[in-house]
């Protein structure tokens, strides 16, 4: 799955350049500046929903600074295929994951899928075949032992978090609860990716178990475990334009596209933002849309330097690589079984090695289209980033030609891939949880400095990596910048907490809305 409905926020980059002073080469003369209450940087997910919580409670006068020329983020789309024959295919996020459950609640992503209309299919991952270097090879019952020691782990992440115990790796997870694999046995890998990496962007080794449980169970146990793949012509960011047009009108003024933020002065009582173009806006408050992977990658800078707890939180987390790579062969020399979803390879080599393809020329999606796509994550991606695509395409075609066939399998029409590890304004895919992190730790990571306030995936307790991660953590902000707005005298605080001190585990004492803990792990709504 992903980001396969995750991910979030905007196309912004910026250096964030904090209070300078007037003798700095950068320092603006700000009554030049275009004045308004809220400037929000990135017309993603988070940012168009932080923009709809301040106009729903009336208050209109904001900006929206966006990099790109359309809004939406990392959920982005292309045209792919040949002339007569070409597509739209998600290079980002690309599921609604969790819908709804009869009597239970809706995931908001799911509300605003069905008021745009979006075509979707249920993506059946038990729909799946296996293969190695030799071609086909039934090893799915190896999935049943994977998913027996995963109810194992559940339990123990449950323990950590209500106990108050150390976390640890998923992987260590796993070995106590009586999965691991021989480092040799590449189909018990296979599944193993199957399972894990293919969600978080991360191995086992790298991801916290006791907050990756508490991620998944708060989506699928909370909402369903259903996984709607978005195949519209118009693009899955359709859903956001859709929530746009509820308060923005064709062509408004209020929304700045193709503006590249590099600066940023913060202080107590406002915030200027500078642009490339020269341009600045001075806003009473702003929200800062930009990805993990934007502010961990030097693209932003601060000035005065944020407080170390800031650096610390942003530092601790990590931002993963989804990729896909899209092939098109010949509509009438489709060589693989259209009726099945899926098809996991387990190279005799390397671990995630172009592990997971997935028909999109089958019942229910686009029939006819001869497309298929692998996906790779995290080192492979940052490998596959790098090279041409012509070597890319070289390896890609080698793996199939081994699962099906020298003789089957003929040279793709089409062939496309996205970089996001080298986007200057994603650097990465969505964010994950490293192994010994805590509550506290992560809300260091979404606490404002200042009046300049954070939301996005990456920000969310409890949903991160989830496009309505984005959602929650965009509106939450929106409603608390709207009541400070609206107070006549300044009097609401709506500053967040975060600790100077950190601890190695949070108490439960600590799971609450402070600390952006919204829901209990604990239910089965979905399940």
Same mark, same amino acid.
């Given at each position: 799955?992903?980001?396969?409905?995750?991910?979030?926020?905007?196309?912004?980059?910026? $250096?964030?350049?904090?209070?300078?002073?007037?003798?700095?080469?950068?320092?603006?003369?700000?009554?030049?500046?275009?004045?308004?209450?809220?400037?929000?940087?990135?017309?993603?997910?988070?940012?168009?929903?932080?923009?709809?919580?301040?106009?729903?409670?009336?208050?209109?006068?904001?900006?929206?600074?966006?990099?790109?020329?359309?809004?939406?983020?990392?959920?982005?789309?292309?045209?792919?295929?040949?002339?007569?024959?070409? &597509?739209?295919?998600?290079?980002?996020?690309?599921?609604?994951?969790?819908?709804?459950?009869?009597?239970?609640?809706?995931?908001?992503?799911?509300?605003?899928?069905?008021?745009?209309?979006?075509?979707?299919?249920?993506?059946?991952?038990?729909?799946?075949?296996?293969?190695?270097? @030799?071609?086909?090879?039934?090893?799915?019952?190896?999935?049943?032992?994977?998913?027996?020691?995963?109810?194992?782990?559940?339990?123990?992440?449950?323990?950590?978090?209500?106990?108050?115990?150390?976390?640890?790796?998923?992987?260590?997870?796993?070995?106590?609860?009586?999965?691991?694999?021989?480092?040799?046995?590449?189909?018990?890998?296979?599944?193993? #990716?199957?399972?894990?990496?293919?969600?978080?962007?991360?191995? +086992?080794?790298?991801?916290?178990?006791?907050?990756?449980?508490?991620?998944?169970?708060?989506?699928?146990?909370?909402?369903?475990?259903?996984?709607?793949?978005?195949?519209?012509?118009?693009?899955?960011?359709?859903?956001?334009?859709?929530?746009?047009?509820?308060?923005?009108?064709?062509?408004?003024?209020?929304?700045?596209?193709?503006?590249?933020?590099?600066?940023?002065? &913060?202080?107590?009582?406002?915030?200027?933002?500078?642009?490339?173009?020269?341009?600045?806006?001075?806003?009473?408050?702003?929200?800062?849309?930009?990805?993990?992977?934007?502010?961990?990658?030097?693209?932003?800078?601060?000035?005065? +330097?944020?407080?170390?707890?800031?650096?610390?939180?942003?530092?601790?987390?990590?931002?993963?690589?989804?990729?896909?790579?899209?092939?098109?062969?010949?509509?009438?020399?489709?060589?693989?079984?259209? @009726?099945?979803?899926?098809?996991?390879?387990?190279?005799?080599?390397?671990?995630?090695?172009? +592990?997971?393809?997935?028909?999109?020329?089958? +019942?229910?999606?686009?029939?006819?289209?001869?497309?298929?796509?692998?996906?790779?994550?995290?080192?492979?991606?940052?490998?596959? $980033?790098?090279?041409?695509?012509?070597?890319?395409?070289?390896?890609?075609?080698?793996?199939?030609?081994?699962?099906?066939?020298?003789?089957?399998?003929?040279?793709?029409?089409?062939?496309?891939?996205?970089?996001?590890?080298?986007?200057?304004?994603?650097?990465?895919?969505?964010?994950?949880?490293?192994?010994?992190?805590?509550?506290?730790?992560?809300?260091?990571?979404?606490?404002?400095?200042?009046?300049?306030?954070?939301?996005?995936?990456?920000?969310?307790?409890?949903?991160?990596?989830?496009?309505?991660?984005?959602?929650?953590?965009?509106?939450?902000?929106?409603?608390?910048?709207?009541?400070?707005?609206?107070?006549?005298?300044?009097?609401?605080?709506?500053?967040?907490?975060?600790? $100077?001190?950190?601890?190695?585990?949070?108490?439960?004492?600590?799971?609450?809305?402070?600390?952006? #803990?919204?829901?209990?792990?604990?239910?089965?709504?979905?399940?």
């Amino acid at each position: 799955m992903y980001l396969q409905g995750r991910i979030t926020s905007g196309f912004v980059f910026l $250096e964030a350049c904090l209070g300078l002073s007037t003798s700095s080469p950068l320092a603006r003369r700000n009554e030049t500046c275009q004045k308004t209450s809220v400037a929000i940087l990135g017309a993603g997910t988070a940012g168009i929903t932080a923009a709809q919580a301040l106009s729903n409670q009336s208050v209109t006068d904001f900006l929206i600074v966006e990099y790109n020329g359309d809004i939406g983020g990392r959920v982005a789309h292309t045209s792919f295929g040949v002339p007569n024959n070409s &597509y739209t295919v998600e290079l980002g996020a690309n599921w609604v994951q969790g819908i709804v459950t009869p009597g239970g609640p809706q995931n908001p992503i799911w509300t605003l899928a069905l008021l745009a209309n979006l075509t979707n299919t249920y993506s059946n991952y038990s729909s799946i075949e296996t293969f190695n270097a @030799s071609g086909a090879t039934d090893y799915t019952d190896l999935i049943d032992d994977f998913e027996d020691a995963y109810s194992t782990l559940e339990q123990d992440a449950g323990d950590i978090l209500s106990m108050n115990l150390q976390d640890r790796s998923v992987r260590a997870g796993l070995r106590l609860a009586g999965w691991s694999p021989a480092r040799n046995d590449m189909e018990a890998q296979a599944v193993e #990716w199957w399972e894990w990496d293919w969600e978080y962007s991360y191995t +086992p080794d790298e991801s916290s178990e006791e907050w990756g449980i508490i991620n998944y169970n708060t989506t699928f146990y909370q909402y369903s475990d259903a996984n709607n793949y978005v195949f519209d012509r118009r693009g899955f960011n359709q859903f956001i334009k859709t929530e746009a047009a509820t308060f923005l009108a064709a062509n408004d003024s209020r929304l700045l596209l193709n503006t590249i933020v590099t600066n940023i002065t &913060y202080s107590d009582n406002s915030v200027t933002v500078y642009n490339a173009d020269g341009s600045c806006i001075e806003a009473d408050y702003a929200i800062c849309t930009f990805s993990l992977g934007v502010l961990q990658n030097d693209v932003v800078t601060f000035d005065p +330097p944020l407080p170390y707890w800031k650096q610390e939180g942003l530092a601790t987390f990590q931002m993963g690589t989804y990729t896909k790579i899209f092939l098109q062969f010949p509509p009438d020399q489709v060589f693989w079984n259209t @009726s099945t979803q899926f098809f996991l390879y387990a190279d005799p080599l390397e671990r995630g090695y172009y +592990p997971v393809y997935q028909s999109l020329d089958g +019942p229910g999606f686009l029939e006819g289209s001869g497309i298929l796509f692998v996906t790779v994550v995290e080192d492979q991606s940052y490998r596959v $980033e790098q090279q041409t695509d012509e070597e890319t395409q070289t390896q890609v075609m080698a793996v199939l030609r081994s699962m099906f066939g020298n003789d089957t399998v003929p040279d793709p029409i089409a062939f496309m891939y996205p970089r996001w590890s080298e986007e200057p304004w994603a650097y990465g895919s969505y964010s994950n949880w490293p192994p010994g992190t805590t509550l506290e730790m992560h809300q260091n990571l979404r606490a404002n400095v200042g009046n300049l306030f954070f939301a996005g995936e990456a920000t969310s307790t409890e949903y991160y990596g989830f496009l309505h991660g984005a959602y929650f953590e965009g509106q939450d902000v929106g409603h608390a910048i709207a009541s400070a707005v609206l107070s006549k005298n300044g009097s609401v605080d709506i500053d967040e907490a975060f600790y $100077e001190v950190l601890y190695g585990t949070t108490p439960t004492t600590q799971l609450n809305e402070t600390n952006g #803990w919204m829901v209990t792990s604990f239910q089965t709504n979905g399940f």
